[in-house]
């Protein structure tokens, strides 16, 4: 803006930008992908104690799905790796990799004490009003969401996976923050669960809702695009919300129905910034 002249003229050089771009951005079309292409983010906010055991476990089963399909995860969200970072590295396709997945959390916590902050202060305020008391907690129930397959590589916040399968991106558990990182990592869909409810949405890559209950579920329609309150209720088992993701996964991928997200226009962006602690 500076450099231009001020606010009006950046956004007249801005659209001009944009007309440019659009004779070649009209020549694009849709076009049909085996669901091997898809790039799953994962991600959890506002999360309650049905979260562990309902809508983050039938995601992990839809991630499942995606993988064996030859398809893509990414999970992030490094502070709620905390205490069951064993858990994941047991899972790492070799020993590097474990070695990896330890380090990650390392570097966590030591950026975090450089603000004086420690990753036991992440579970928020809601969070520990749903159940979820401290971060060991919060973690075992967050890391469920990358479901039971290997786990293949990680990689740096926003970095492109060198390998299908699951990978595990470093970053912060901020809602703000680690989708835009998810999506510039090449996320081509996002599910996001909640227990509480949370309405984000992204300018770029499509993010799927996942209430934990009913209760939000039905509260928030205008939001949240499916419900795993059935697991909580017994009418439905983990296999069952999870399959019925992968379907709706699919169906927002293909464009044959939109998230609540993008009917709504809900967007909301901000980058990883480590000049700030962010848990």
Request: aromatic share 6%.
């Amino acid at each position: 803006i500076q450099d231009v002249g001020g606010t009006q003229a950046a956004i007249e050089i801005g659209l001009r930008e944009v007309e440019r771009m659009l004779p070649v951005v009209n020549q694009w079309v849709r076009k049909e992908f085996p669901v091997s292409e898809l790039v799953l983010g994962v991600k959890c906010g506002s999360s309650d104690g049905f979260s562990g055991i309902s809508a983050n476990p039938s995601l992990g089963y839809t991630s499942d799905l995606l993988v064996r399909s030859g398809g893509t995860v990414l999970l992030t969200e490094v502070p709620e790796f905390c205490g069951a970072e064993h858990i994941l590295a047991n899972r790492a396709k070799d020993s590097e990799t474990g070695r990896k997945i330890y380090a990650m959390v390392d570097w966590y916590k030591e950026y975090a004490s450089k603000f004086g902050a420690v990753l036991n202060q992440n579970p928020s305020t809601g969070n520990k009003a749903g159940g979820l008391l401290n971060i060991t907690i919060k973690s075992l129930g967050a890391i469920v969401k990358a479901g039971t397959t290997r786990i293949e590589d990680c990689i740096e916040y926003a970095e492109t996976p060198r390998v299908r399968g699951i990978n595990l991106m470093q970053g912060p558990g901020y809602d703000q923050e680690s989708t835009p990182g998810l999506v510039a990592s090449g996320a081509t869909v996002v599910v996001f669960t909640t227990g509480n409810g949370t309405t984000i949405g992204n300018a770029i890559t499509p993010v799927i809702k996942l209430a934990s209950n009913d209760r939000v579920f039905e509260k928030m329609a205008q939001d949240i695009d499916v419900s795993a309150g059935g697991v909580i209720t017994g009418k439905e088992s983990i296999a069952d919300v999870g399959t019925r993701l992968f379907e709706h996964i699919r169906r927002v991928s293909s464009g044959e129905i939109q998230a609540k997200a993008e009917i709504l226009k809900h967007r909301e962006f901000q980058f990883w910034a480590e000049q700030t602690v962010s848990l």
